[in-house]
Nanobody, 117 residues
Framework: QVQLVESGGGLVQAGGSLRLSCAASYVSFSFAEMGWYRQAPGKERELVASASSGGSTYYADSVKGRFTISRDNAKNTLYLQMNSLKPEDTALYYC???????????WGQGTQVTVSS
């Protein structure tokens, strides 16, 4: 069974940085598209960033220039480097994976990011 385990969340002041990690098990990591979603209280879950197996990336407009997604296929690990954090980045961040052409079908348990002003 596919397992995605996030880590790296925490409390940080505005302007600070955090790096999230997602360790993947039992998935053909090198062939999967990987992504990060987030959900703030009272808001819908939104796609923050994604990285395809071919190296292409996507970023939500709200995080462009501040967040960087990367993947280490040898370690089956996905990262999200978050710089210049803002209070509006506060949310539960989820790692997700999907096979090419499929919907996001695999989810981690989430890691909380809280940015204080």
């Amino acid at each position: 069974q596919v397992q995605l385990v996030e880590s790296g969340g925490g409390l940080v002041q505005a302007g600070g940085s955090l790096r999230l990690s997602c360790a993947a098990s039992y998935v053909s990591f090198s062939f999967a598209e990987m992504g990060w979603y987030r959900q703030a209280p009272g808001k819908e879950r939104e796609l923050v960033a994604s990285a395809s197996s071919g190296g292409s990336t996507y970023y939500a407009d709200s995080v462009k220039g501040r967040f960087t997604i990367s993947r280490d296929n040898a370690k089956n690990t996905l990262y999200l480097q978050m710089n210049s954090l803002k209070p509006e980045d506060t949310a539960l961040y989820y790692c997700t994976a999907r096979r090419p052409g499929m919907t996001w079908g695999y989810w981690g348990q989430g890691t909380q990011v809280t940015v204080s002003s």
